[in-house]
């Protein structure tokens, strides 16, 4: 039996979201953190991508990239909010 990649994705872009809200600061429920995981890992992967950065393994890279992407996230959508 296979865990379906979808629900993969989700439980880790919710771990990326949680993570990238304690580093900055942040509150909201689950559905918040996926999103913010989400949208993360694709600004993190552009932006290690753009300045030629890559860190361990796939999957470390993968979850470093969201967590830092969920991070720029965060915190634009602060200074877009003002």
Same mark, same amino acid.
């Given at each position: 039996?296979? %865990? #379906? #990649? &979808? %629900?993969?994705?989700?439980?880790? *872009? !919710?771990?990326?979201?949680w993570l990238?809200?304690? $580093? @900055? !600061?942040?509150? !909201?429920?689950?559905i918040?953190?996926? %999103?913010? *995981? &989400?949208?993360?890992?694709?600004?993190?992967? +552009? /932006? &290690?991508?753009?300045?030629? $950065?890559? +860190? *361990?393994? #796939? +999957? &470390?890279?993968?979850?470093?990239?969201? /967590?830092?992407? *969920? /991070?720029? @996230?965060?915190?634009?959508?602060? +200074?877009?909010?003002?």
């Open positions: 039996m296979t %865990i #379906p #990649p &979808l %629900i993969v994705t989700l439980v880790l *872009g !919710g771990i990326a979201g990238a809200s304690l $580093l @900055v !600061g942040g509150s !909201g429920g689950i918040r953190n996926v %999103i913010i *995981g &989400l949208v993360g890992a694709v600004v993190g992967h +552009f /932006v &290690l991508g753009a300045v030629g $950065l890559r +860190f *361990g393994g #796939p +999957f &470390l890279h993968s979850m470093i990239a969201a /967590v830092l992407g *969920g /991070v720029i @996230v965060i915190i634009a959508s602060r +200074f877009l909010s003002r």
